[in-house]
């Protein structure tokens, strides 16, 4: 923990000094143009995998990158994402899952979380997406982490469907969903296609051409 | 978000080769020592802040950097609490305010909030922070902005305690809980202290203390 | 009431001889191919209106046939679509609005639900439905009751998504989804296309040439 | 359900037309005097059993003919009841269970049901129809299959007076509570008798008696 | 609360000795035949009223002597009751209410609990006692405490009902229950009776006869 | 029961006459100083260990003298308590453990409350309690019964500081809160220190000197 506040203490003396404009102007308000839902796992980075500064990302994480369904009970990532859409206006919506998930893990042997009661809770929202990977291999183990880790992904864009605020701007397509599966090990990832239910990765020459596009 | 998905190939192309012995280590398993719970907001980077490196910092983000008190109600923050403390092992959490906050200012004015009901709903688990400065000042307006940032931090600090995993790991010392808030504008932080009741910078000479003792 | 009762003599007089050998059948047990939700209207009879006989259609009926987004928390039409989906293996759910709606009515226009609590709250299940209308229209009055209803339909097909048993039937394709607009003046039936978001009608046609390769 | 959607085609063709003039009157709007609620189980035909035209029984339906006693968290039975009695005003309110129920199977070997937890958690509405039975009996098998549908109805009823709209009408005697049971294999009604806290056939004598009256 | 204090020092140094003997033995267990509801009121004293030791009554309090009906959600009521009747085996039921109860008050003007949320969701287990009355008299007002009241214990005794523990009990005449009103200023108890709906005194004579049966 | 019931004719006829002026005084009101929360343990009688007398202790009893943490969900403790500080404006919470408890038993071998699932639940809200005590002792078993009731106090405590009005209070020292350990057996109080995490006897000495100050 030393470690963590004398980072701060760099951050304050070394890289504060260089960006002070950009913080000073940050600090009257937000506009970030994206919602990135993530997993809280300590090995992602959403500012350096995606190369953004502060004010870019509204950052949602929790173990799983889960959103529940919406329903009439308030939770903190139905309120965020209300406070997302309909307050900040973001226009796209990331949930981004990742490889070695330890949430995922547990969804796959939830005789694991015995002695973990919230834990084993909370992934009752990741269940569809076990049972889908159980109906199409015909059992569901170990071995399985990836497929259940894409289609958790797309379990949660369904999820997204289902709260007000984003069925509206999804309506009139004011929001747009992406899912993605970030590959710790190799800096990979995967980007979720809707109509063929799989994932494909982004390959350089589309990400160069996004990037040329955007230079 | 163009400019996010070529941020992507930017890290793929200069960022990860770098790093990538760090990455594929990393890949097998996460062990954080620190929990680290804060708003959702974009300007916040926690990573930039405490200068640390993925694989140190657990994070969970959600407007207002609320902790529920524990329930038998499963939440997103419960089991990934409970995750974070009774399978990570981390052996300290911190929960960071910050200035500006769209979320406390929401939580001082509820009758801006009718539109937004599970934002109302979710600032539930902010209202003693509110009740507690009304207490104290005779009345809550916008003025009271950073009182009650500071509040809301002591208060989900209160709420941790009411966590099983977090309460047994504290009864032995082997957890230790931090309360912060971040300036954005000036990128100070400050600390809370519980037996005062009040918030007072890291100072400099603190901070370069610790800096040298690490060092 | 009186009326009612005489009619269970009138059916056990009259009625129940005629396919005494069917019901005794059916004693034994049920195997419907069609899991079919609908409103509690009185004006809807899903047997007449699908000219069906009894252990054909499992059917579920609440104010504005509404199916909550899976969750935790259980209710009966979480329950009940696991038992249809899961034990008695459907392979078809419809769900089924109908004109002149009183829920939809109420959902509408919230402000006429003030003592009718559980309504209200009840109705938060199509708040997207309204939502979207909102959106696309600019404003919901009770001219948008048809286009509500729809995108009620809609948004239920969505909800029925989330529950793990239906999602793991639609992934192997062992499930399909249905959403129809009963319209009681007219007879007539439209059905919700997907892919554009809107509804049409099942044309003479398309029954006759349904009709005629069936028999 | 090729058979479902020309069973439409039909109904549109031969049956409607016969009845058009009723069902355009009915398109303005439903006045039931009946709540009907009973199990989804696809051999009942609540009209055809007490042989009753479109208006005339306002009817929810659920695995097991369930309601959930009253309480501040809404479901769509407590929402639907509400309508019924409060907007509606049905002034008789029928619960009518049915033999050979999957429900009340599930209810008396709750063991059977490990892979489908809400149909588990849904059945603890049950549990106290399924406690009398126990004490009463000194055991529960699947011999006490009728006794527990019997006494599941009792029940009911009894949460039925715990919903304040109901409550209400039943103290100035403006809504009546019957309770039945079905017989799919002989068409018989029983009945519940609260203060004997037995079920009796509605005889043919009565139901002559009744029906006689009626013309 | 100096007081209070050093009323624990006269009763160790004054009443313990005493009764020491009696205290030694309870130490190992308790057998209380009755289960006593009452509310948090600090004018009732249930040991006083009815002038029983310690060890007789099981005694549940909180404001408004309120039954929540039985749901899968479990709270203290619930708890304590299933505690009650089923490990304890207590054999009576009383809900007793009381004159100038505060909690009744609070029901019978919701607009005066705008800043109490938490009294005023609670006060909805006893919305239907007061949708009775306000059938009964056609409005509801300060005037109708005492109905409301008597209502209110009414409705508890209801739902006690919906619990399975003591619904079982009730079907083999294990367990008896007993509505009761307090009358703070006289002394007087008043009893409901079921089957007239009405409170009626226990008058002297019945009392004395008890009385001298027991003597 | 008949023993309780002619218990209430000696009251009316040989107590209530004795203190009739008292009891009609308080028939228009209440002024408690103190919110006594304590078992529902039918060998508890607050006002016979504090030798007070009616209109001093608010008293809150369930099975474990639980306080569940604050929540938007709203329960009998948390209304309760939020009457008794925000209404009546108390000024001292005392919660109340005891010896031999048999809450906290339950909470020590939670697999001997299988057929009593609703006590199970209740006592997640004490599970922090054991999880301190196993931390501590490497374990927990029969043995643990007193750290568990102690700890179980120590964590009420934290729970009540979660409620809005009571940290609202105690932010500005209106309200002061306390831990007790009432022993059936010898009459002895224990009082817990929060900064030393123990449990100390009120000494004869310190009372006395209570006593005689009050004097
Ligand atoms: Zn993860
Ligand atoms: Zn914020
Ligand atoms: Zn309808
Ligand atoms: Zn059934
Ligand atoms: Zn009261
Ligand atoms: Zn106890």
């Given at each position: 923990m030393d470690h963590v506040v004398s980072g701060i203490a760099k951050f304050q003396k070394e890289v504060f000094p260089q960006k002070a404009d950009s913080f000073?102007?940050?600090?009257?308000?937000?506009?970030?143009e994206v919602l990135f839902i993530t997993c809280a796992d300590s090995r992602i980075d959403p500012s350096l995998i995606t190369q953004t500064e502060p004010g870019e990302l509204f950052i949602l994480r929790n173990a799983g990158n889960v959103v529940p369904p919406h329903s009439n009970d308030t939770g903190g990532m139905t309120a965020s994402i209300e406070y997302a859409v309909a307050v900040l206006g973001v226009t796209h919506i990331v949930v981004c899952g990742h490889s070695d998930c330890g949430a995922m893990k547990g969804a796959l042997s939830p005789e694991s979380l015995v002695s973990l009661p919230h834990v084993k809770e909370w992934?009752?929202?990741?269940?569809?997406?076990?049972?889908v990977v159980r109906e199409q291999k015909g059992e569901v183990c170990a071995e399985h982490l990836d497929c259940v880790t894409s289609e958790n992904v797309a379990l949660q864009l369904q999820h997204l469907r289902t709260h007000p605020a984003v069925a509206a701007k999804l309506a009139t397509g004011k929001v747009q969903l992406h899912g993605w599966v970030y590959n710790i090990g190799t800096g990979e990832v995967l980007v979720y296609d809707e109509p063929t239910r799989s994932m494909s990765p982004l390959t350089g020459a589309e990400l160069a051409a996004k990037s040329a596009a955007e230079a």
């Open positions: 000073r102007e940050l600090a009257g308000g937000q506009q970030p992934l009752g929202h990741c269940r569809a997406a076990v049972e």
